[in-house]
């Protein structure tokens, strides 16, 4: 267990002590918590509460994250779950859990386990028995599947791999705005992790689908993402509709991985407070 910080018991006791429905952003590799500033502003204009933590050790700004990269090695997926579980746990009121690329992995995990009010997962990552494997993704994750070695290592991209990956779908000038003001670096650790996890029987890669704990689900994707294709996330949603639980997929049209934080972010934002304020007024 990883101690929450003192921004997070902030956040947890403020929650707590408001009385609105509290929601949870999980962000994912190569971003902050901070990625989600414009979100939070917006939610809270809403009437919400709204809890940013970072993964384990985090540091505070991009400038102290490209300062000391190997803050970031050897995170796993079921560490960073279990941080955001130890966080949600506090909680007087069940949240709604928003995440992006890993980040939308954990919130279905955390949804899993029965956290979670209703979800939202954002262009997240295959979990064992996704199936597909396109070649924008492999091309994506190249900067870390590569080399062996960065299984324990922590892992900056350049510009042109952030271009790829991240903000293939915004014109030049956006991308080397977005890669300046929010690209860290990541651990490869999970990326590892996913690639192997059809091919592990225990890996921490997992979703219990049919779990009737997980709760309200919606899955989306940018429609040009090349580090989360489209059609993984679709097949993601093809396996969480057994669940007995509501499970809705939107696909965004000419958006890539950077859909959170580039120009439109609030058009995605605008798609998760709907579902959200239905499934919390059902």
Avoid: C
Wanted: no cysteine.
């Amino acid at each position: 267990m990883t101690a929450l910080t003192t921004h997070e018991q902030q956040e947890i006791y403020r929650a707590n002590t408001e009385g609105k429905q509290p929601v949870v952003f999980v962000h994912g590799l190569y971003l902050l918590a901070s990625s989600w500033d414009q979100w939070r502003t917006l939610f809270e204009e809403q009437g919400y509460i709204t809890l940013i933590p970072g993964w384990p050790d985090d540091p505070e700004t991009v400038n102290e994250a490209i300062n000391d990269p190997e803050v970031f090695a050897n995170k796993r997926i079921k560490q960073v779950t279990d941080h955001y579980s130890d966080v949600i746990r506090k909680l007087k009121t069940k949240p709604a859990v928003v995440g992006h690329s890993f980040g939308g992995l954990i919130a279905q995990q955390l949804a899993d386990q029965g956290l979670s009010a209703v979800t939202v997962a954002i262009d997240p990552p295959g979990f064992r028995g996704v199936l597909p494997l396109p070649l924008s993704e492999l091309k994506s994750g190249a900067p870390v599947l590569s080399n062996p070695a960065n299984y324990h290592r922590a892992v900056s991209l350049t510009y042109e791999q952030f271009r790829y990956g991240f903000a293939n779908a915004v014109e030049e000038d956006e991308a080397h705005q977005l890669y300046n003001t929010f690209a860290v670096p990541g651990s490869g650790t999970p990326l590892f992790q996913a690639a192997a996890a059809n091919f592990n029987p225990w890996t921490e890669d997992q979703v219990n689908t049919k779990n009737p704990e997980r709760g309200p689900l919606l899955l989306i994707a940018g429609e040009k993402d090349h580090t989360v294709p489209l059609s993984v996330v679709a097949a993601a949603y093809k396996l969480q509709r057994n669940n007995p639980a509501v499970t809705k997929f939107h696909e965004m049209l000419n958006r890539g991985h950077s859909l959170t934080i580039d120009h439109g972010w609030s058009e995605v934002a605008e798609v998760a407070l709907a579902f959200i304020a239905q499934q919390l007024t059902r």
